[in-house]
């Protein structure tokens, strides 16, 4: 039987939506997205949950984070860059506040 360390233990922050009141609990090993739905919350549209369709676009205001590959049909280098990613590929580092963002086009990919 293994002991479970704190070490071992993910930490958890609070994620903020658009200046809401009710904030909820996202793990560091679990995807902002993933974390809204298991506290049943639907402030962040669900699309296909992993990267390729855009639904869940957000601008992360406040926080820090680590993103996960996305499609660059969605979001581009300059985007990213700006705070504006995939709900469902994003993890949090800290506290974290965002804004829900429109489904935009397509863009072109850059190679």
Known sequence: MRMVMAEDMPD?????????????PCRSDQNLLAAMIGARQTRIKVGCRNGGCGVCRIHVTQGRYHCQKMT???ISESDEAAGIVLACRVLPLSDIALVPLPLTPLQSAVA
Request: no cysteine.
């Open 72 to 74: 660059r049909s969605r």
């Open 12 to 24: 958890t922050w609070m994620v903020e939506i658009d200046g809401g009141s009710h904030g909820f």
